[in-house]
């Protein structure tokens, strides 16, 4: 069964903490994308990747970075954490395709800076 | 730029009816593609259906069904014969085709069937 493997279902880090947030897929898939999910807002991309060492800002970059060493991993980089970016974080990838738009989506992490 | 507006934040069933999920969107692309995805209480996204915009039919996956309305910029979802398993969020999501193309989202909808 093909899998999107986020590394942590909850964490609980402090204001101005340096946090890594860690995706995994294991179905060679280029790309890779991680969105954040608010109550009210739905899911809104922070960045995506299409290719190793590749990545381009989504729609709310600001606070974030991301990191691209190996294709089957995909991680998001909380800078110094603050309160505003307690939420839930997906992470997602989908193949490089014209034919295959599926997305495969791992089950989240749920984020709490305090 | 692409938007998904989904306008109704909850909505409530009986078990065994019939409920339609509204989903507008805008853009001037004329070749992309339209999801519903469900998320119940576990997290997990589940592709519920896709519609194709050069596909005049509209998509069906047994209870699930849409009203793609291409000129209106309209999709939205109908499930027959709820079912208490059904009780998730729905998101209503647009992609472009493209190799690299992402999916934007709608806000959501809480969709709650009741015994």
Redesign the interface.
Known sequence: DVKVTQSSRYLVKRTGEKVFLECVQDMDHENMFWYRQDPGLGLRLIYFSYDVKMKEKGDIPEGYSVSREKKERFSLILESASTNQTSMYLCASRPYSTTNYGYTFGSGTRLTVV | AQT?T?SQ?EMSVQEAETVTLSCTYDTSESNY?LFWYKQPP????I?VI?QEAYKQQNATENRFSVNFQKAAKSFSLKISDSQLGDTAMY?CAF?I????????????ITLSVRP
Do not use: I
Request: proline residues 4%.
């Open positions: 998904v989904q934040p593609y576990s997290r997990q996204m592709l896709r998101f992609m085709t493209g190799a690299n193309s992402k999916l934007t989202f709608g806000k959501g």
